[in-house]
């Protein structure tokens, strides 16, 4: 499986008033930024089988962004990608085929614990990700036949 994650853009700050944190939209300058790295990932990466989206404003947004610059495909709303379990998502894109391009678009700290544990760090070990972050990986066969892939540039 070729697996992309992608963190959200530059969103609205937590905590700012009026606006829970659910609900929180990507800035002006994270959409500007987001598109022109949308660009650039559209010209490493083909497009993806399927790109799922956590449904939280500023992950949808960003997804169809990315849509958008890989020619528009059709970003599929994923709740597990806003508030499931690591094991969750892992089992997830088990349900995707090996040789399947899977996009994936969501949070911290949950896609860089995602992230460690594809390439074989320890459990409790991160990968920072920027907002607007990308990370591609290349796994040999699926997240539920083998935990550890090799990273991608």
Known sequence: MKLTII??????????????DDERPLTRKG??????AAQGLAQVCRVP?????????RA?????????AWGGIDPVSEPLLAHGSLDEILALLGTFAADQRVAVVGHEPTLST???????????????????GVAHVHL??????AEQGRPQG
């Open 7 to 20: 963190r959200h853009g530059i969103a609205v700050a937590s905590g700012t008033e009026g606006i829970p």
């Open 31 to 36: 959409r500007r930024r987001f598109r022109l």
């Open 49 to 57: 089988d399927v790109l799922l989206t956590s449904p939280l404003p």
């Open 60 to 68: 949808a947004e960003t997804a169809k962004i990315a849509a958008k």
């Open 114 to 132: 995602l992230l460690a544990r594809l390439i074989g760090s320890n459990r409790h070990e991160r990968v920072a990700f920027r907002k607007g």
């Open 140 to 145: 040999p066969g699926t997240p539920g036949e």
